[in-house]
């Protein structure tokens, strides 16, 4: 009797592991016809930058995580496509860094509608790591370091002289009050010409307004590469919309040269070297009295040498850097630094 029940059961079931068989391979043969192709596939980026800072002046020291970026980007459609970046220990907190949607009608033309940083100094728009030195200029640190909320569009052409103009409008109250409606939004203009093989000059404009007026930001910037060797400077020329405050100029220039290794462990090695300054600058913002802050003249020369194990397509180093700092006569600076980094990146 026992055998006959098992003999029926498995007539009964028969049918539904048969069915259930059919399902499975239909699920397959739908799962197959609806891959996504590898064209619209997810890249995933993740950059790590940890440093080691001493100050000989004061005899001080301290350990940082200076980036922890992790982004994923893609298409979705011939058109279409989307970037989002953060940053999770940025100053010790939490950043976002690009997150936006892209439009790309025809070649060579694009849209974006996101937060990102404004098209403005070719330093500003460097990953880090892609930083030929541990840190920015002052041109960057304390003026041109804008991020916000808006839209760009682009459009960029390779034929005869190379050239890509850029124009953007931005929020001006950053990533937390993107929701808040606006009376005045920030601009900004860019274009860079390849005027011949190797020489980029790229000329830029901006125009922000931190609270109650408007500052407008002129830069030109000039980039060579000769063989092994990269030249690069900036100028910015900064005016207030606010008469005590006079004009602010700053400029960085520095050279950069790579000697290729080529060995198992080791690509290249690099040494650089930097001036940059700046002159008495406001950022616009007045202290709890209403006086507008205004700091003083920097100097700075920066000496480099960059351990490259590893450049393409994942980037691998030890960075090295001395910052001899100087400030106007009469104002104490000790401010110099010695800075060892270690350069992680995955990803394009």
């Known amino acids: 009797m026992k055998k006959l029940y098992t003999f029926l059961l498995l007539i009964c079931a028969f049918p539904a592991l048969f069915a259930q068989n059919t399902d499975t391979n239909e699920v397959a043969r739908e799962s197959r016809r609806h891959r996504i192709p590898e064209a619209y596939r997810p890249k995933f980026t993740a950059t790590v930058l940890g440093r080691y800072e ?8 301290h350990f940082e995580l200076r980036h922890t970026r992790i982004g994923v980007s893609g298409s979705v459609h011939p058109m279409f496509s989307y970037m989002a970046l953060v940053d999770l220990t940025y100053g010790g907190q939490f950043s976002p860094v690009a997150i936006f949607a892209q439009f790309k009608p025809v070649k060579g033309l694009s849209f974006l509608i ?4 404004m098209p403005f100094s070719s330093e500003n728009l460097l990953s880090p790591y892609q930083y030929y030195f541990s840190d920015k200029s002052f041109l960057t640190q304390k003026i041109t370091a804008w991020s916000d909320v808006g839209a760009v569009v682009a459009y960029k052409w390779d034929k005869v002289i190379p050239f890509e103009i850029k124009a953007g409008i931005f929020n001006g109250a950053g990533f937390g009050r993107q929701m808040e409606f606006q009376e005045h939004l920030n601009y900004v203009a860019r274009g860079t010409f390849e005027l011949f093989k190797n020489f980029k000059l790229t ?3 901006a125009g922000v307004r931190p609270e109650a007026f408007r500052m407008h930001h002129y830069e030109v910037e000039l980039a060579y590469d000769i063989a092994n060797l ?5 100028y910015l020329y900064k005016t ?8 602010t100029h ?3 220039g520095f050279a950069y040269y790579k000697i290729n290794v080529g060995k198992k462990m080791l690509d290249n090695i690099a040494i650089g070297a930097r001036y940059d300054a700046i002159t008495a600058n406001s ?5 709890a009295d209403g006086n507008y802050v205004v700091e003083p003249l920097r100097q700075r020369l920066t000496a480099g040498l960059t351990f490259i194990f590893v450049e393409k397509p994942l980037r691998a180093g030890i960075r090295l850097n001395y910052e001899k700092n100087f400030v106007h006569k009469g104002v104490e600076c000790k401010e110099d630094r010695i800075i060892l980094e270690l350069i992680t990146h995955f990803g394009s």
């Open 54 to 61: 001493y100050n000989p002046q004061i005899n001080k020291h």
């Open 114 to 117: 996101g937060y990102d940083k």
């Open 203 to 205: 000329l830029d404009y």
């Open 230 to 234: 990269h030249l690069e400077a900036e």
């Open 240 to 247: 207030y919309k606010e008469p005590s405050l006079r004009p």
């Open 250 to 252: 700053a400029l960085y």
């Open 283 to 287: 950022r616009g913002k007045a202290d």
